[in-house]
């Protein structure tokens, strides 16, 4: 990794990259409104890739809400990440990170430079722009999202039943 990845209580990295559809999408769009679980992953159609994000499409309400949006990111072209969506039936946005290249994850410091893939990181954001839980897996490791879940209803529960 190029170097320590982004910490707890640190501002996250803003970025503007494009989904598996063509559309940008921006970290920015969601500011003081909700929270927004990043999810790095280093390749798609990856036999641990392909399950990570099949537990986020089989419990997605818990992954999207008005409360939090997931985004999954990889160093994979556009199109790659077309055809995985749309064999996987992944209904969130998978942002391509190709160019320039692993320019997000190099950003949050889960970018391994060698092999020119991210890091499995996975980074809780909450709504004031900082984040807010994060979890790095050596390769080869599934991630837990547990300790998620367990962010995302304090993030919830502090800001009240109005949201805000």
């Known amino acids: 990794m190029s170097r320590q990845p982004v910490a707890v209580g640190e501002i996250a990295p803003d970025f503007t990259l494009r989904d598996h559809n063509g559309r940008d999408v921006s970290l920015r769009e969601h500011a003081g409104r909700r929270s927004v679980l990043l999810v790095f992953y280093p390749f798609a159609f990856s036999g641990i890739c392909t399950g990570e994000l099949g537990e986020i499409r089989d419990d997605l309400g818990r992954f999207e809400?008005?409360?939090?949006?997931?985004?999954?990111?990889s160093c994979d072209p556009m199109f790659s990440l077309r055809a995985?969506?749309?064999?996987?039936?992944y209904f969130f946005p998978l942002l391509s990170d190709f160019w320039p290249h692993g320019e997000v994850a190099r950003a949050y410091g889960v970018l391994d430079e060698q092999a020119g893939k991210a890091e499995?990181?996975?980074?809780?954001?909450?709504?004031?722009?900082r984040?807010?839980?994060s979890l790095v897996n050596p390769a080869g490791r599934a991630r837990d999202f547990t300790g998620y879940h367990e962010a995302l209803s304090r993030i919830v529960d502090s800001?009240?039943?109005?949201?805000?």
């Open 159 to 164: 800001r009240g039943p109005s949201g805000g």
């Open 120 to 129: 499995r990181g996975t980074f809780l954001v909450g709504p004031d722009g």
């Open 65 to 73: 809400s008005p409360d939090v949006t997931t985004m999954a990111i």
């Open 131 to 133: 984040v807010a839980w």
């Open 84 to 89: 995985w969506a749309d064999r996987e039936g």
